[in-house]
């Protein structure tokens, strides 16, 4: 893990981050700003295998509501100087689209995404309920008035 430089600003608001600790993880979350979280190479796997989802601080972590971001700025890695943070979706299902650093293998998620991502890699098993079959109904016998059914086969037969 790579050492963590003093006053990393949010590739997303340009705030500067702080830093969480989550489990054995260092994380690098914008406090305040817009409430993204950096994870270095591993460190989502880790988190996301190691810590229960919603124990974590990262539950904690607030985003300003009147802080407005621009969705089209280029987002730079905070560990590599100039590179240029790659969009990529994590999977169809989730519709997160994770900035990725090409080089460091680095990612930044937007406030929400990661709670996203847990809920598809972690679903929630929910407990078995045991349906008790009903018997189906018993179908209703008509009774057929074949002196009817003759009447009406007439009918027909004297029309052509």
Same mark, same amino acid.
């Given at each position: 893990m790579s050492s963590r430089p003093t006053d990393v600003k949010c590739p997303a608001c340009d705030r500067t981050l702080i830093e969480l600790v989550v489990g054995s993880v260092r994380l690098d979350v914008c406090q305040g700003g817009c409430g993204g979280v950096w994870f270095d190479a591993t460190e989502l796997a880790k988190v996301n295998q190691d810590i229960p989802s919603g124990t974590e601080p990262l539950t904690e972590v607030s985003q300003t509501a009147l802080l407005n971001l621009d969705e089209? !700025?280029? !987002?730079? +890695?905070? !560990? +590599?100087?100039?590179?240029?943070?790659?969009?990529?979706?994590?999977?169809?299902?989730?519709?997160?689209?994770?900035? +990725?650093?090409?080089?460091?293998?680095?990612?930044?998620?937007?406030?929400?995404?990661?709670?996203?991502i847990r809920a598809e890699t972690n679903p929630v098993r929910r407990p078995a309920h045991h349906v008790v079959a009903r018997p189906a109904p018993k179908p209703k016998t008509i009774p057929i008035n074949f002196g009817v059914i003759q009447q009406v086969q007439r009918l027909r037969v004297s029309r052509y």
């Open positions: 089209q !700025r280029t !987002r730079k +890695c905070i !560990r +590599c100087q100039n590179v240029k943070l790659e969009r990529k979706l994590f999977s169809l299902g989730s519709g997160v689209i994770m900035d +990725c650093c090409p080089h460091c293998g680095g990612l930044w998620l937007d406030h929400g995404e990661l709670e996203s």
